[in-house]
């Protein structure tokens, strides 16, 4: 697949060829060729912006199971419920983050002030140590990601041809997991070079998200693709002229959560209840393998590699075939993810399959979420919708993390994970029931 970049949102050029006077050798310039997806620069812009903060972000992740249960000595309860929080805390946010990017109309600087909460919440790890400051400062880094993730998927979304909007996700998820890898492995690194070097970890990680921070402020363009509010049913004097940004309703959250959406966000809440955190399943596959804790992050590297290597693909797919479709087949792959853990695999064919199974579904479901998000609802509330969704995944996940850890503790690493692994099986070809009126359709073919 060739991507090539500009930075021209796609949909008002080919408006403005259609409108054109009939000339064949414009037509012949402006004629898109076969087979080439135009991903704009914005995208990789943000993309860069992602990566950065990911390595930061990620760096953190990758220590934090270890961190907690071995170097704090804190039990599987209480990294359940940090886990939880930073699974879900953001849910507190995203709604609010999505209307105020469309409310404003600057979703750049709404997205600006969410990725600056996260990189100054990193300070407090240089100060403290233990489960208050954790608590403290995973829920502000993740409250800065709620801020930031519905504004900066709308910017992604505005910036990109409908027909191609998974692809430019996939784009950009790619970027964002470059990070993602990069980032787990500069903690092995420390590790392995300073024993128990947490403090070095943390100082990294801040210095890349105040990196992330800056390249957002002076190089990310503003992205304003709506004029000056007019109010429903305003008169049509008051509209702007033809030739002139065109006029937007205000934002009304009643569009976002009525017909189709609902669909689409109780699905997403079925399937979050049932998705755990990464942690765990990782922390099942060292109990099996007896990994060493200074190979742990390598996990997450593994992980965020395959997510790397499936989101291009899986994007464009979606375009082709339709979001919601691999959507929910994107969670056949976290299915595997838990079967392999608790299978009597060889370790190593039981690591690897696992991981790679993991990166798919994250893959499939992502940024197809967020695109499929955006394809139901309007321009007015894309941020909204966006947000809507990542809400509702947000705050099950935060269930679901906080519930196993205690069913874990309860019961035990494997008939736990058994469990959630049966509840899924039940779980897909329901939601798949639910979102039948979307599956049979391409992406681009499904309106509000």
């Known amino acids: 697949m060739y991507i090539s970049f ?19 050798g414009a037509a012949k310039r402006t004629k898109r060729p076969r087979g080439i997806r135009t991903v704009s620069s914005t995208v ?35 990294f359940g419920f940090l886990d939880g929080l930073y699974q879900g805390v953001s849910a507190l946010v995203r709604i609010a983050g999505g209307y105020t990017s469309d409310r404003l109309d600057r979703p750049k600087w709404v997205a600006f002030v969410g990725y600056a909460v996260a990189a100054v919440a990193r300070v407090g790890l240089l100060f403290g140590a233990g ?5 403290a400062v995973i829920s502000a880094d993740r409250i800065g990601k709620g801020i930031r993730t519905a504004p900066r998927d709308a910017v992604i979304t505005a910036s990109s041809r409908p027909e191609t909007l998974g692809v430019s ?34 100082v990294a990680s801040l210095a890349f998200a105040a990196l992330g921070v800056v390249i957002l402020g002076l190089f990310v363009p503003d992205v304003r693709t709506r004029g000056p509010l007019v109010p429903r049913g305003a008169p049509t004097a008051d509209v702007p002229a033809a030739g002139t940004a065109p ?13 189709p959406m609902r669909r689409v966000l109780a699905a997403a809440g079925i399937l979050g209840l049932l998705t755990i955190g990464d942690g765990f399943v990782y922390l099942v596959l060292q109990a099996r393998s007896g990994f060493a804790a200074q190979w742990f992050p390598l996990l997450y590297v593994g992980t965020n590699v395959a997510f790397l290597a499936f989101a291009i693909p899986l994007g464009r ?13 994107g969670h056949v792959g976290l299915l595997a993810a838990y079967l392999i853990a608790v299978t009597p695999l060889s370790d190593i064919a039981a690591t690897l399959l696992c991981l790679l199974c993991l990166g798919a579904f994250y893959a499939a479901t992502d940024g197809v979420l967020a695109a499929l998000a955006a394809q139901l609802t309007t321009p007015e509330t894309h941020g909204t919708g966006i947000a809507a969704a990542q809400t509702v995944v947000a705050l099950t996940r935060f269930v679901s993390a906080a519930g196993f850890g205690v069913l874990w503790y309860t019961l035990g690493r494997q008939p736990s994970m058994l469990i959630v692994a049966a509840l899924l099986i039940v ?8 979102l039948r009126p979307f599956l049979s359709a391409r992406g681009q073919e499904v309106g509000t």
């Open 6 to 24: 500009s930075n021209k949102p796609s949909p008002t050029d080919e408006t403005a060829a259609t409108d054109a006077p009939d000339d064949s």
């Open 44 to 78: 990789v812009a943000f993309g860069i912006v992602s990566m950065l903060t990911d390595i930061s972000s990620e760096s953190l992740t990758a220590i934090l199971p270890l961190y907690v249960t071995a170097y704090l000595g804190m039990s599987t309860i209480a």
């Open 427 to 434: 779980a897909v070809p329901l939601v798949a029931l639910l």
């Open 131 to 135: 489960f208050g400051v954790l608590t």
């Open 247 to 259: 006029a937007r309703r205000r934002v009304r959250l009643s569009e976002v959560f009525s017909g």
């Open 169 to 202: 996700f996939g784009v950009h998820r790619t970027l964002d997991n470059i990070g993602a890898a990069v980032g787990p492995l500069l903690a092995f690194v420390i590790l392995l070079l300073i024993p128990d070097g947490f403090g070095t970890v943390f």
């Open 317 to 329: 797919l979606a375009d082709r075939i339709g979001r919601a479709r691999v959507f929910v087949f």
